[in-house]
């Protein structure tokens, strides 16, 4: 199918930012999406190559660093077929509204509309079928774009490997730890005297809106077993930051309603696959979980990048059998890839897919 | 009592290392134990001030930097009424069994002699009783002197709060994951392309030893509460090191065999006191274990060096019903003071106040 | 003399900041300095103790945790002797000159007045004559109080040592690399991703402002050799930070008009003495100066908090001969104790013996 | 030329160390060299994937993850045309020995033979002409194979910028500072205490193999003046490391022996290039310098990857007049790319385009 896919164009809001510069990264090589606007606030009229803090691998694109940084203004957008919006929080809800009012397919990463019901929170590997809110989304609004989220990278880096072990046995409880990166915080962020000598909490605040987006996943993945969602399906988060770069680590002691047998969530966890790697999206990883046996594996630095493209990969590993009911597995994931531009770029390509965005 | 202490003098093996310039420093005003030998192995001969790494708060006291480190040999510490051992593993076991033999109080904070089974693993706040085992110990082994051991600093870092939990409530399972600091593994330690831009897995032997000690030290808390410890009581941990230097930090999740209330689990932790307290140790802190309640804490950085001695309470913080059956809560320990050479010392007044370490 | 010193009181301005709180620190067992009020900003109306990030040594003293922030208002301050303000730059001048006109002696750390030609940049060991231009200050002003700031941390480091080589010997030029802590740009001050992983080069502003203050110092360091400051003088800095706390590391290389023997330098480094220590003043080290002569030292770590009271003496170390006219030196300052808060105490002592601080 | 080579076959010694992990990965997709064979000392026996810690971009190549770690034994690489040789210093000097009398060209980024005076020390921009060293080398030693040496990566980082000012300037003095990272040390290395919260000094021993070897690449430059090296010119370096992955920092400042127009000194190291260019070398960069004129750059994080192939060009910055006979400028420099494993490539593709290296 891919070779049928017309060029199409696309706006990056935020490009200068962390996330953005990993969609100009990622998109410089799609077969079909090119990058066609960068949109900024404080860089526009600049150069991108010479405002950009290029905190990715690789160098700043030659055919991008020319290139100049415009308003984020919808009006100066019409050749533009999506727009990718990671925006900071507060600043993107309105600019996205604006964007799918004036008929453009937005894609964000921001919060802002994450919990908007008519709104799809999106993993394409959990819940693909949820892009069909769009269309009560645009009859509701009654605008001609819509906008589809994609969730808070600390949820997916949970999300992602319990989907299948929520699909497939009777979750009881989920207590997670996780110890993220700087990246997560954009720029320019966690202030380093937080983060030197010391390790630091995020707090309830964030803890809590983990466990929301998870919930909210979970509720809308598809379980192979006759049971739905269980009012008493307990989660919990405890959540830091510590100076690494990019890549959150996340430790996931999990609880069963039955006694479970570790090996058949090594399988269940190793055979993950959805939509995407059916439809052989493009930025699809051929298997979104990769489950790892080394003892002390993952490691932020050295499987952050796993998977192909990479980074779209989530690398589980450590996964024991700690009683009958209770297992244990650690999970990294590349937070401004697979958690937000990749994944943001993996939503599109479904979309342009399932027939929700083509040229304008 | 404190006044009729004759002055008791102290060796201090592995004098120059993270856990040996702790010795030194908290005994330089000690009240009745006084430094009169530094032994060490590659730095005998030199002035301890021109050898010593001295990677703790003050500087080198004026009246230690000039004393000259001398060889681990019994022979040469004929006044010398207490050996305090920091010495790694492997080499402190026989080190250690041969000062026993030589007729030498010994308090270990080396792995080597932790289960023998006549041998004490000691929190004085905790298992104070067990001290009882040197009798057997002496007569099992026909020696004067005897060995007690303190725990691995993260096992303490759990036990500590863990110990009134289990005392009052009916335990069910433990889930813990540690975020610890260089220093827990001496010097040279850990490298450093390990810690920068990457969290270091421990992996299943740290996990592992991590929960044999806790279960030990467990086993051995007395309970207010008709059960003794149940079999089934499971404990996991997933231990990791990152780029701070003094303090570890660990997040642990319990669950109960019955609905538990937070706020009572908060009381048993905000009065918890052991005999050291009572007997009004020089060491031992007013409050063991200090609850906070701010949102963001504790942190490394700011409250390992919580309590009178400084660094000798454990910062507990983060307390929260997760579930019926569920708390969450965060612990942060000195594991150079409380988890070494604080928790060595304060051993030692115990056994001095029970008459088994006096002037030999 | 410091037994006839009636208890003067003193207001810290900026009191949570990471110079305030040494100001606190140092403060509370001073000999006749007490802290009587803590301004703040956005603090105002809490506790000290519980607004504080106490980024320092010790714990928050129990005496000042339970007082209340106040505004930054002279009107509220009748009682006030001393002004300390370790104010950010911006908002200091305009509150510093309001204290002045109200009568008080304000000690600023801050650089908005450090180049009006009427106000000291004090190093009390360097040119504590400049404290006459109090007198010329208050008559061109006409106010009753008077400002007098303190140099840029990283000016201190280097031009303390610079000072007795400048003092005795013909230097030419001097070159200087910093490697500087992150506390030298307050609270949120650097951002993480600036220094992880990275050396952040502060730029030509920041290198100029070192040498320029630098430059006025030594303009006004007494000569023992009969040559006035050559105006063909050259200093240059390259200045960065890293991911440390306190402490800034200098390397300097210094030339010679003629040949120069390095032991003669190390002799003027060693001997260096000034006002304050004639004086006895009580926050004045013994040796401003201290000498160290092992390879791998001044370490930031290690050496950073030397002197009496800690972190007062500059560390000189790795003192070499390069050329016959040249030497090269590495100095570590603490950055917030004799680069700020330590500074200021000593320049108010100087001002108390000199009769220009008295209680209002 | 390139595409009459035949393809060669390399092996590469220490092939899991941080050096020798550049090799591999470059070499996967070299024109004309392959790597045929990887070895090591522990890490015999297993396959590279398994034993490698990866500390680069990019994941291990997957044809070189099966593949075996074989002996360091010159018997069993008899298809082997180029031997690269990043050993650990003591180790290197003798197996490097034994594999050019078994009739092997040898690469070595080793310490051991870079002062032989008949191996050349082998910068191919700067020194290109003495690889014929190797025929006297064979010479006096009686050997069919060679070695020829690249430098310190330190040294790299300070003599490419200097050679060509050097080569135009009358140079009088270079006074050098860095702030060099981690992996220079190799694996395990630095301990990580050493640099967290700390500047690691390297002391005058790695200063002054720094200055050694600058001053033998410098005295091997040719220059465009009428002076030979003057033994008056004074070089000074003062070296550390911190807590950066990859990439050495290096503030440099020189004096010249007359007036120097900073200007001119730009255009020098905007233009430099050498035979490796001229020849079109397949891992020579068109710049082997990059002149950057952003006021905060260069920086480790942002710079070290410069150039095509990544990592081959040194990025100069921060230039700038001092006074009249002194500039000051910062270079980083790739460490384990230019100065090492691409550096050692380069050296390769020279000595195939001279004809000393061939199909064995
Ligand atoms: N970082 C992650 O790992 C991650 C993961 C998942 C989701 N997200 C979400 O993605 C979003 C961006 O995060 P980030 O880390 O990329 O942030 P960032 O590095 O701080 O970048 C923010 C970018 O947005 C632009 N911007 C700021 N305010 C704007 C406004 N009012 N109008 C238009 N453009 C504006 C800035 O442009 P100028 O530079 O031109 O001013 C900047 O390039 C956030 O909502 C975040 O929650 C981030
Ligand atoms: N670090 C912690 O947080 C912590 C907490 C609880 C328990 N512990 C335990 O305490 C012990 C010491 O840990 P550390 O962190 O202090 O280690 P360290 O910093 O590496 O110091 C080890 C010291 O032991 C000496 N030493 C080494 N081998 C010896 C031998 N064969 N005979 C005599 N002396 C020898 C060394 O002396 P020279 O320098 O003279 O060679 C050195 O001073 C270990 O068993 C550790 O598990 C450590
Ligand atoms: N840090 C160093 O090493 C160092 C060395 C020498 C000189 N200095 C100078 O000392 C000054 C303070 O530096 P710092 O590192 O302590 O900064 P900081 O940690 O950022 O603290 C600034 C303090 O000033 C208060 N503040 C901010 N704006 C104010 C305003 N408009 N009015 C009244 N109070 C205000 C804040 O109070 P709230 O928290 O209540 O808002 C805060 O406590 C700067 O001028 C700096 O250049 C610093
Ligand atoms: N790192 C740099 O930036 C840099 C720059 C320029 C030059 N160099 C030089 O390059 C060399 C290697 O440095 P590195 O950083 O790659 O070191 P490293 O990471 O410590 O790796 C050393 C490698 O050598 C192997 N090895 C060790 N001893 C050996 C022996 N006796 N016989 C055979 N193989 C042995 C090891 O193999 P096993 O793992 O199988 O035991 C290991 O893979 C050093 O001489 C260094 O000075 C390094």
Known sequence: MINMRRNLKAAI??????VGIEYVRMLVNHPYIKVSYLAG?????????EVVRWQTIGQV???IADMEVK???????????????????????????????????VISNSPDHRFDPDVPLLIPEINPHTISLIDEQRKRRDW???????????????????APIYANFRLDSVFITTIQSLSGAGYPGIPSLDVVDNVLPLGDAYDNKTIKEITRLLKETNRNIPESYPEDLS??????RVATIHGHYEVIYATFKEDV?????RESLDTFAGEPQRLKLPTAPDRPIIVTNQDARPQVYFDRWAGNPPGMSVVVGRLAQVSRRAIRFVSVIHNTVRGAAGGGILAAELLVEKGYIDKR
């Open 61 to 63: 694109p030659k055919e």
């Open 41 to 49: 606030k404080g860089s526009v009229g600049k150069p991108y190559g």
């Open 261 to 265: 047998n570790v090996e058949k969530v």
């Open 13 to 18: 809001l935020g490009s200068t930012g962390l």
């Open 235 to 240: 989660l919990a988060a405890t959540t830091h």
């Open 144 to 162: 001609k774009g819509f906008i589809v989220t994609t969730p808070l990278c600390t949820a997916q880096g949970a999300a992602i490997p319990l």
């Open 71 to 105: 308003p984020t203004d919808p009006k100066l957008m019409d050749d533009v077929d999506i727009v990718f919006s990671p925006l900071p929080q507060g600043a993107a809800g309105p600019v996205e509204e604006e964007f799918a009012k004036q008929g453009f397919p």
